[in-house]
């Protein structure tokens, strides 16, 4: 299977794929790829589903705080440790 790139998005049409990925509760990549193989006429069933999907949405804003200041400390390098 193959990967692409698409640069240079206008930030109106990121914005609109965003928000109708919101809506499906998909994914972006999941939505371009459905997207995609829909305008080309070809079978959507059996498109791999997002690996992370049942994932999505499940914690609260507050508890997304909570672990970003639980873990807030994992992205700070000690440098004596790298020495």
Known sequence: MSSITIHELDEEL???LS???R???RSKNALVK???ARSLGLPTEGLEDDDYAEFC???????CQAFDA???DNGR????EWR
Not at 57 to 63: A, F, I, K, M
Not at 77 to 80: G, H, L, M, R, T
Request: charged letters at 55%; a negative charge.
């Open 14 to 16: 990121d914005r609109r």
């Open 23 to 25: 809506r499906r509760k």
């Open 34 to 36: 459905d997207l995609l």
């Open 19 to 21: 928000d109708e990925a």
């Open 77 to 80: 390098i000690d440098e004596a």
């Open 70 to 72: 639980a873990t807030r």
């Open 57 to 63: 949405g499940l914690w609260s804003p507050e508890e």
